[in-house]
C-alpha cells in the first residue's frame, strides 16, 4: 500500500506527495551519487576542480570520459551523474558566457553563471513533460580577482562552498576535506589536498585517473592538468603507484 | 524551441523586458527632436554633461523651451536625450530598466563599459530611430564618457559632443580639454561650449542643464540662462 501511495506521486515530476516532496528530483540525487566523484577546492590564489574518472575497461580512450569542462577562459565546470546530461548543462553555461560577452562586453561572473544555470536546471523541476537532470555539477573559476566555487544540484538550488564533493563516495571525501581544509592554502596545496581526498574514498586511485584543473586568480585562465604534474604531486603525497614498485 | 520555455534564452541584442517588435517609427516633421547640443566632459573626479533645454520641430519652431535633456539611468551614469525625443525617452527607460534589474539580481551596479555596450546594442537593433546620445559614468575604473550613434557605434573619449550643435560646442571645447579638469572648470568650459552652440545653432537655447557625476551619484542642476555659469 505505501508503495502504492507513493507511485502515485512519482509519475508527474510537477506533482507534489502529500508531505511536500517532489519524487523525482530526489531520484535525479539518487543519480548523482550513482556516478563517480568530482570535487573542488577553494583556496587562497584559485580553484581546483578535480574528478574521479574510473573507466569501465582498460581499452577505453580515457580522454573521452569528460568529467571537467572548460566553459570560458575563467571558469570550469565538474560533474557527477549522467555525463549526457551533465554536457547539455555545460553546453548552456558555454552560451551564457558568450551572451554576456555579446550583450555587456564583459566576462561573466562566476556567480551569475551559477545562478543562470540552477535556474534552467529548477525549470526542469516545474515544466510538465520534462525530466530533471540527473546531474550535478561544481562551477569554479576567478571573478574581479576572487576564486568562486558554486555546487548546482538537480532541484536547481546554488551553493557557494570552500570545499565540496558530488557524486559516489561523497561522503568520505567531503569528510577528508572538512578535517584538511585550511583557507590559507595556496593552488599547489588545493591539488595535493583534491588528490589526497579523492584517495580518502578510493585508495586505489592512480593519477592517470586523476582529470584535474584549475584557475589562478593570477592568471585567471582555466588550465588542465597533464597526467606527469599530477604523478609530481601524488608522488609528494605518497598516492597510488605502489602496485608498481 | 520558441514556444518552449525551458529553452526561451534572453536575446543579447534585446532588452528583457518589452520587445522591438515594432520597429517601424514615424518620421518627418511631426517628430519632436531635440536639436540640441550636449557636451560630455570626463575628469578625474567625476564627469561633467553639459546641455540646452530646446525642442525643436526641425530647427524651425521651439515646441519646448523646458527639457530636461539629461537623465540618471544607474546609480552613477546619465544619459543624454538627442535626436528624436519618443525614441529617446523610451531608450533612457529601457536603459533603466535593464540597469536596475543587473544590479538588484547581482547585488552591484553595472560597470559603465557594460552599460554602454547595451546602449549600443539597443541602438543598433531597436525601434530608437535617429537618437545620438552620450553616456556619462563613473565606475571602479574611473570616469567614462562614451557616444552612442543612431547605429549603434558605441564610442570612449576623454569628452564628446553630440547633437545640431556640436561642431559649434567643438569648436569651444578644442584645446580646451585638460585631464586635470577639476569638475567646477569641467562644469565652465560645458557651459561655454552649450553657450556658443546657443549662439548660431536654431536647434539649441533656452538655458542650460548639468549633470554632475561622481562615484557618490548623479546629481541634476537647471540653469536659465547659460551665462550664469561663464
Known sequence: MQGNQQQAYDRGITIFSPDGRLYQVEYAREAVKRGSASLGIRTADGVVLAADRQTRSPLI?????????????????????????????????????????????????I??????????????????????????????????GEPRLFEADPSGTPYEWKAVAIGGGREDIQEHLEEEYDPEMDLAGGITLALEALAAADEDIEPDNVHLATVDTETERFETLSTAQLEEYAAEADIGGDDDE | MSNDPIHDTQDPYEPELGSFDNVEEQSGDAVNKTGTTTVGIATEDGVVIGTDRRASLGGRFVSNKNVQKVEQIHPTGALTLVGSVGGAQSFIRTLRSE????????????????????????????????????????????????????????MEDDYTVTGSGMQLA???????????LSIEEATTLAARAVQAATERDTGSGNGFVTATITEDGVEIEKYDDVTELL
Open chain 2, 99 to 154: 540597469a536596475n534589474l543587473y544590479e538588484s539580481r547581482r547585488g552591484e551596479p553595472m560597470s559603465i563599459h557594460a552599460l554602454a555596450t547595451l546602449a549600443g546594442n539597443f541602438a543598433r537593433g531597436g525601434p530608437f530611430i535617429a537618437i545620438n546620445p552620450i553616456l556619462g559614468g563613473v565606475d571602479e575604473d574611473g570616469s567614462h564618457v562614451y557616444s552612442i550613434d543612431p547605429a549603434g557605434g558605441v
Open chain 1, 111 to 144: 556567480e551569475t553563471l551559477a545562478k543562470r544555470t540552477t535556474d534552467h536546471i529548477q525549470q526542469y523541476t516545474q515544466t510538465g513533460g520534462a525530466r530533471p537532470f540527473g546531474v550535478a555539477l561544481l562551477l569554479g573559476g576567478v571573478e574581479n
Open chain 2, 170 to 180: 567643438h569648436g569651444a571645447l578644442e584645446g580646451e580639454y585638460d585631464e586635470e
Open chain 1, 61 to 109: 580512450e580515457e580522454e573521452s570520459i569528460e568529467k571537467i569542462h572548460e566553459v570560458d577562459e575563467h571558469v570550469g565546470i565538474a560533474s557527477a551523474g549522467h555525463v549526457a546530461d551533465a554536457r547539455q548543462l555545460v553546453d548552456f553555461a558555454r552560451r551564457q558566457a558568450q551572451v554576456e560577452q555579446l550583450r555587456y562586453d564583459e566576462q561573466i561572473g
